[in-house]
Every structure is written in C-alpha cells, then in structure tokens.
C-alpha cells in the first residue's frame, strides 16, 4: 500500500492481480508501478465497499492501446459484481483514448471488478482510477452529502480529489479549512513558545557565562599575585567561597572595602612578609580559593 502526498491511498493492478481489495472511505488504483502498462497482462481485480455502501469509480487518466481494425488487443472490462462473471459496465471493451472513454462506473452493490488484458506488443500509460464509496440520501452521522445527492465519508472533503463525482467535495474549501485555520493558530502558538524558551535559554548561558566571568573576576581580586612591591597583602576579613560571593553580590560596599584595599603608610614600613602572620598568608594562598 502506497500513500500518495495527498492522504490519498494509491494501490497498482499489476501488483493485485487475482486479489480482492477491501476499502473503506476512497482509494486510487493505477494500472502498473512503471510509465506504462506492461505486456501480456490479463489481471483481475475486485474491489469492495463497506457493506450499505457501493462503489464509484470515478476516471482520471485512459490511456490503451488504441482499437485495430474495431477490434481492442489491450483493454479493459468493469464488471458489476465480485467477479469477471459478472455483467459489465462498459457495453464495448474500453481501449484507446478520449471521449469514447465514461468518466465514471458505478456498481450496483458493493463490489466491482475490473479486468485488465494486454498483448505483446505496443504499452501505454494506462489508467488511474479514484474508487469512493457511496451511499445515497439522506447521509448519517458526519458523513459528506454531495450536491448529486451522494453521501460518502467526510474525509473526502478538501483532499484535492473529486470522490462525489460533481467535485462538491472540493467546493467552498477556505471556509472548511477553518479547522485548518485553528491548526495555523496552534502552529503560531507552538512556535511562539519555541521562541520563548529559546530566548529564556539564551538568557541563562549569558547569565552563567556573565556570572562565571564575575566569578573570576572576583577570584582573582583577592589573589596576592606577587607585584614585586614588596608587600604581603592581607586576607580579606571574608572567605572566598561562592556563598559569600552569591551573598555579597548587590553590596558593593563590600567589595569596595576590599577592592579598595589600599596599603597605607604603615604597611609601607613594615619588613617585606611581615603583614599578617605565615599562616595568614597561607590561608590566603590561591589554592585555598575555592575555584
Ligand atoms: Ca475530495
């Protein structure tokens, strides 16, 4: 089974030859996988409706080897039943192209059969055709009435596929596409929520990487990197921890107390390492600052 771009399913004769196929709502079948169809073909194929149903064939493409001398050498035949026994459709064998082609079949119960049959010689695109089940007024449930008095499920409506056969179901489409406007309004909404919480994590990476950069910044503002001047500053009268960091931060008088740490007269005179006791110093060592 193959799902056409559409939502609508798209099945191949050729691949289901001697089956019946089942269907609920509406299919296409085309007459092979390849550009044409192929050759000695002599295929049958039945297709059913759901019970209360029947089957509406409706034609999109046509395309046989045309008729030699009146006579069709590929063709095919529509039989009103569950099997090529049963009467047919089209009066003559339908070969060729155009409008000697119907447009449509409509069977008289729930199943309808088509036999495809192929010579040696001379391929050609072949058929496409969009099988809906039908039912006539007055339509149940959620069912779609078209406006040739054909009921068929309602997702037939707006799928870019004439299943009623008058092309109401693709009629006055803006207007159904309402739900289809609330899904325009939820996708504006998703994204509009992406956007936000892209937003919120781009504010935090800036935030960590501004707070990380402060951090730092305020490590190594308590560091007593040797510059040469000949003094041992003092430990700061806190502890270089994050908490004391997360706790200062919005007083700036506090570092200012110590960013301000100025070496007064009486540092200056006093013994290169005297200022603060060997252990003071140590404590005030960068290892000792919690990175
Ligand atoms: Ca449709």
Known sequence: MVTASHGLTLEFMESLCGTSYVFDTSFQLDSGTGITYKNLLDCSLTVTAPSSHYV????TRFELEAAVTGTCTDYLDVHNGTDTSAAKLNPTELCGWGTNIPSNFTSSGQSMTLRL????????????????????????????????QLCADSSIRCDNYNQCGDNSDELNCESYGSSSGINVVMVAVITAVVVVVIAVIAAVV???????????????????????DGLVEAPPSYPITHVYYKGV??????YTSHDSKVKTDSDLNEPIGSVGSPTLVQEYSKSNIEV
């Open 56 to 59: 509406l064939a409706l034609v």
């Open 206 to 228: 800036v935030y960590k990487i501004r707070d990380r950069s402060r951090w730092k910044k305020f490590v190594n503002s308590h560091i007593d990197y040797d510059d040469d």
């Open 249 to 254: 931060r919005g007083h700036p008088a506090l």
């Open 117 to 148: 049959v192929t010579d040696s010689q001379a391929v050609y695109h072949g058929f496409n055709i969009i099988f809906t089940a039908v039912y006539d007024e007055p339509c149940t449930g959620t069912d779609f009435a078209c406006s040739n």
